[in-house]
Every structure is written in structure tokens, then in C-alpha cells.
């Protein structure tokens, strides 16, 4: 079984751009959480789909949106660029929820110049 | 406060030895908690997964093991090997609806052959 991919794999931008990331879940997961990782903050939650509709949202700005599809597929946007938006972004699958063991893709490193 | 905790942040030993990372928790609302290992500039690998009515789970060399009366959990290797060197992360999650993960600062380890 495939496990989670992630596209791109690096990206380099300039302020104020945006950006959009991608994940595809294990086949069969319905779940798709979003984490930002730096130095300093450690490992945090963006936010969490579930068939299609956003379960459970973490603490950051309307900058950061995302989205699933009708094949569980996930889409993170950020908006206007920020320098501190540099990071590695990961997204995790699941079966369904917290019950279910949770499973990482390789990430995206962005760098904002 | 941190809401989880991982001592040692960092933890140098030789070859052969076993050892244990340590997890704790501010307060008991867990639902399950799940063990990873982040190689540099990698995602996350998922190591095991404890539910909430378990005590403790094995893989291999791996042992983890969850006390929600006290708020810990720890994570046991037994002979260590320079493949083991990565950073651990323990991360819970508080309830079944949704997947959330509240993810510790991790403890680095580094195995000297």
C-alpha cells in the first residue's frame, strides 16, 4: 500500500506570495491533518478534514486555509507570504479519527525569501 | 504550560544499551497516544499507537507503555543501535472526535557505535 505522498517537495517563495500544497492520503484513509513544523515551535496543527468538511481547526490566521475532495485528496493554501511561514509542512492520514493510528507524509519545505 | 513533555530533550549512549524516553502529560484527557521517530529533515514514522483502555504495546525492540492515572508514558528500546539515532516524539490525542495530535518538543537521540 502506498503511503502518504506530499507535492511539492520543496518550494522557494518571496513575500506576499501564496501558496498551495498537496497531500494524498493512504488509499482507504479519510482523514487528513495538517502540521506546520519549525525550530522554534516545534510541531504544530493546522488543521484536520474529514470527508470533505474541516473537523477541527488549530490556532492560526485565516492566512491558512485548506480543503479535501470527494477522493480524500488535501489541499493547504497559504496566503501573503510571511517570512516566518518558513517551514516544513507535513500532513498525516487516517482511517477516520483520533482512535486510528495516524501516518506522516514526507512534508514540504517551504522557504520564504 | 506545555501541554506534553518529553525528558531528556537530548540523550547520548553507546551501542547495546537499553533505554527509556520519557512522555508526560498536563492532565489525563487522553484518548490515545502515539510514539514517532523524525529522521533530519524527514517526516514522521509512526512507531506505535496505545488506546486509551491499553496498557502498553510492543514492536520489536520497542516498548511503550501509558499510565493516564499519572499522565506518563514512556517508550523502552532495548539494545540500541546507530540505526536507532533520530528524534522521538510522543503526541496524544484527546478525544475520538477528530485527530488532533498534541505533539511533545522530542528527545534526541544519538547511539555511538
Known amino acids: 500500500k502506498a503511503g502518504v505522498t506530499q507535492t511539492p517537495r520543496y518550494l522557494i517563495k518571496t513575500r506576499g506570495q501564496q501558496v498551495t500544497l498537496s497531500c494524498s492520503p493512504i488509499?482507504?484513509?479519510?482523514?487528513v491533518s495538517w502540521y506546520q513544523q519549525t525550530p522554534g515551535q516545534g510541531l504544530q496543527f493546522l488543521f484536520e478534514?474529514?470527508?470533505?468538511?474541516?473537523?477541527n481547526k488549530g490556532n492560526f490566521p485565516g492566512r491558512f486555509s485548506g480543503r479535501q475532495f470527494s477522493n480524500s485528496r488535501s489541499e493547504m493554501n497559504v496566503s501573503t507570504l510571511e517570512l516566518g511561514d518558513s517551514a516544513l509542512y507535513l500532513c498525516?492520514?487516517?482511517?477516520?479519527?483520533?482512535?486510528?493510528?495516524?501516518?506522516f507524509g514526507p512534508g514540504t519545505r517551504l522557504t520564504v525569501l | 504550560k506545555q501541554e506534553v513533555t518529553q525528558i531528556p530533550a537530548a540523550l547520548s549512549v553507546p551501542e547495546g544499551e537499553n533505554l527509556v524516553l520519557n512522555c508526560s502529560f498536563t492532565?489525563?484527557?487522553?484518548?490515545?497516544l502515539q510514539w514517532f521517530r523524525q529522521d533530519p529533515g524527514k517526516g514522521l514514522t509512526s512507531l506505535l499507537l496505545?488506546?486509551?483502555?491499553?496498557r502498553e504495546q510492543t514492536s520489536g525492540r520497542l516498548n511503550a507503555s501509558l499510565d493516564k492515572s499519572s499522565g506518563r508514558s514512556t517508550l523502552y528500546i532495548a539494545a540500541s543501535q546507530p540505526g536507532d539515532s533520530a528524534t522521538y516524539l510522543c503526541?496524544?490525542?484527546?478525544?475520538?472526535?477528530?485527530?488532533?495530535?498534541?505533539f511533545g518538543e522530542g528527545t534526541q537521540l544519538t547511539v555511538n557505535p
Open positions: 498525516a492520514s487516517g482511517v477516520q479519527g483520533g482512535y486510528n493510528e495516524q501516518f
Open positions: 488509499s482507504g484513509h479519510r482523514s
Open positions: 478534514y474529514f470527508s470533505e468538511t474541516q473537523r
Open positions: 492532565d489525563s484527557a487522553i484518548y490515545n
Open positions: 496505545i488506546q486509551s483502555s491499553q
Open positions: 503526541a496524544r490525542v484527546r478525544g475520538p472526535s477528530g485527530s488532533r495530535l498534541t
